[in-house]
């Protein structure tokens, strides 16, 4: 089934929400409508940093006068799943079609890199139920409760509904760490001496006034 079979809104639109790519000049206005979200759980918190980093999974929906309108972003797991996160359209653009072309450009991309299973956890699964999402039990997902999950505050509360498009994942890719992680780098304790006090030091050794 192709994207856009499955995805065809039953409702014409004219003109509306233009959706690109995201750049590094978007990351503030995604942080702050993702964040002004994230208060209630309606999405998860993302940090500016995070976003800067991640910004090639976003998309973002814009006016044709280029005012942005909302924002959506995939993060591919591997060739086995994909997930939509961070979908939000301004309160004042809603019901105008941005969200269904955000998720529509999202799926394509899905497409595009040859990830059939896409996943998301939602508290409005009516809304992704238009594009060919279903309802899945969440321990299908081990991948997203591995990288979201286990830190999210909600664990043992979780009022949101798991949903996959395509067929359920076969293998995961996250997972506990059951292997002691080496370190990497010893860290230095106590006084790492300047290179001048080293060679003033030096000097003294040898019963020479050291020249600073
Ligand atoms: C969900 C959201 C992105 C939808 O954006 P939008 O621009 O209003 O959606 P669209 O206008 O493109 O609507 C597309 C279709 O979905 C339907 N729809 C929109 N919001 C819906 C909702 N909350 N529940 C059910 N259906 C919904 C529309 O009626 C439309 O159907 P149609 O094409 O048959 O007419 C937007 O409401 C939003 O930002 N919500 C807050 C953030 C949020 O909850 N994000 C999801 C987190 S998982």
Same mark, same amino acid.
């Given at each position: 089934m192709s994207v856009s079979e499955s995805t065809a809104s039953t409702r014409p639109r004219t003109g509306g929400a233009i959706v690109r790519g995201a750049k590094l000049q978007d990351a503030v206005n995604i942080f702050e409508l993702v964040n002004s979200l994230s208060g209630d759980g309606t999405l998860l918190r993302r940090n500016y940093a995070e976003i800067c980093e991640n910004v090639r999974d976003f998309a973002v929906a814009e006016s044709e006068s280029g005012i942005f309108l909302g924002c959506g972003a995939l993060h591919l797991y591997g060739p086995h799943l994909a997930e939509v996160r961070s979908i939000v359209v301004k309160p004042e653009a809603k019901g105008q079609g941005a969200g269904g072309r955000l998720l529509r450009a999202l799926l394509e991309e899905a497409e595009v890199q040859g990830v059939v299973s896409v996943c998301l956890f939602t508290r409005i699964p009516d809304f992704f139920f238009h594009f060919g999402f279903r309802v899945a039990? /969440? &321990? &299908?997902l081990p991948d997203k409760i591995y990288k979201d999950c286990q830190a999210c %505050? /909600? *664990?043992?509360a979780c009022d949101e509904v798991a949903m996959v498009r395509g067929p359920l994942p076969r293998?995961?890719? *996250?997972? %506990? &760490? /059951?292997i002691a992680q080496p370190e990497l780098v010893k860290l230095q304790v106590g006084h790492i001496a300047h290179p001048v006090e080293e060679a003033a030091a030096g000097a003294t050794a040898v019963g020479t006034t050291p020249k600073l």
């Open positions: 039990d /969440r &321990t &299908t %505050p /909600r *664990l043992y293998i995961a890719v *996250l997972g %506990p &760490t /059951r």
